[in-house]
Each structure stands twice: as C-alpha cells, then as structure tokens.
C-alpha cells in the first residue's frame, strides 16, 4: 500500500514549478500503477498552452475558475469547482485561470516526475524520474 499526504509532500522534489503553474506529482511512473496522480495549481490570470501528444489526462477543478480553449475548432469550455474535462484525444489547448485554480490531474502513461512543457506546450514521454 502506498499512502501519501499533500502537506507531507509540497515543496519537496515532487513539486515542480513553472511561470503558470505548480504541479505536486503524488503518484509517479516508478510508483507502478499504470498512471500518475498530481495535485496542480494554476496561477490567477494565466494563460498556458498544453499539447500532451503523449499522454492522455483527466482533471478535475477543486477550487478557482477559468476557461480552456481548444484550438482545433475555438470552443471556449468554462471551468469552476466540480468540472471534469478529459483530453481524450491528446487535445491542444489554452488554459486560461481566471482566480486561481487547484485542479486533481491523472496522466496515463505516468509522469516520470521532472516533465515540464516545451516550447509546443508537450510533455516528453521519458524525463528523470523522482525517487
């Protein structure tokens, strides 16, 4: 069994930060469950562009609002506390935080632990993994 606390946690080497954003990876490739589990902060005011060509996430808002916009056909999808969205289709984006938001992602394949965006907003598929 496996059993973490977020407070246990934040800050340490699980937590990477970015201009937009701070991800606090819980759960890691290394961990062997087949996904990864991180509680991630988007920063008020923020735009981002995410294009995760190889992986697939849900993520679900726990608090603060915004909006993703999808840049293959423009639609503009809010988000608030209780929304779900699914990048099922490995979906090119904007994510734009109107108050900031603290949202419960899982990534299939896992995260590594170390992955930030490149200049296309892309995930690699392998990074240094957190031990």
């Not at 992986?55 to 639609?75: F, N, P, Q, R, W």
């Amino acid at each position: 069994m496996i059993v973490r606390n977020l407070n246990d946690i934040e800050n340490t080497d699980r937590t990477i930060k970015a201009d937009n954003w701070e991800s606090t990876r819980m759960l890691l490739k290394n961990d062997n469950m087949g996904f990864s589990f991180h509680i991630t902060t988007i920063y008020a005011n923020t735009e981002t562009h995410i294009w995760y060509q190889n992986h697939l996430e849900s993520v679900y808002c726990m608090s603060g609002d915004g909006e993703i916009e999808t840049l293959a056909d423009g639609k503009i999808y809010p988000i608030e506390a209780g929304t779900l969205y699914i990048l099922d289709k490995h979906d090119e984006h904007l994510l734009r935080a109107n108050k900031e938001m603290k949202m419960a992602c899982v990534f299939n394949p896992p995260l590594n632990g170390k992955e930030t965006h490149n200049a296309e907003g892309v995930y690699p598929l392998e990074a240094e993994i957190v031990e």
